[in-house]
Nanobody
Framework: QVQLVESGGGLVQAGGSLRLSCAAS????????MGWFRQVAGKEHELVAA???????YYTDSVKGRFTISRDNAKNTVYLQMNSLKPEDTAVYHC???????????????????WGQGTQVTVSS
C-alpha cells in the first residue's frame, strides 16, 4: 500500500520558517511528479507547488520567492522550504504524487494518484 507521510509542520511566528518533508513509499518515486497542496477549513485544496521528475517547478503566485520545493530521489522524499511565513499561510499541507505533472494544474488533489493525510502549519501574527 502506497503511503505519503508528511512531517515538519507546527506553530511559527510571522516571518519565520518551516521545512516540510514528505516520505513516499513509492517503488518508482523518481518517475512521479510531486506536489504540495494546502487546505484551510471549509475551503477547497489549493495547489502550492509542484515538481517534475527532473526538478522543473511550479509555484502559486502567493508563495513565489518565499517557498521552495525540492526532491531527493535517493530518499523518496519531497520537501517544501517555507520562508517569510505569513498568517495567511496557515493551513493543513498535503503532499501528493502523480505520474502526470499536467494533472496538478487542474488543482484537484482528489484527481491525483496519491496524497497524504497532511501536516498542520499555523503562523501567528
Amino acid at each position: 500500500q502506497v503511503q505519503l507521510v508528511e512531517s515538519g509542520g507546527g506553530l511559527v511566528q510571522a516571518g519565520g520558517s518551516l521545512r516540510l518533508s514528505c516520505a513516499a513509499s513509492l517503488l518508482t518515486f523518481s518517475t512521479y511528479a510531486m506536489g504540495w497542496f494546502r487546505q484551510v477549513a471549509g475551503k477547497e485544496h489549493e495547489l502550492v507547488a509542484a515538481i517534475t521528475w527532473n526538478s522543473n517547478t511550479y509555484y502559486t503566485d502567493s508563495v513565489k520567492g518565499r517557498f521552495t520545493i525540492s526532491r531527493d530521489n535517493a530518499k523518496n522524499t519531497v520537501y517544501l522550504q517555507m520562508n517569510s511565513l505569513k498568517p495567511e499561510d496557515t493551513a493543513v499541507y498535503h503532499c501528493a504524487a502523480d505520474h502526470h505533472y499536467s494533472d496538478y494544474m487542474r488543482g484537484d488533489i482528489r484527481s491525483l494518484d496519491y496524497w497524504g493525510q497532511g501536516t498542520q502549519v499555523t503562523v501567528s501574527s
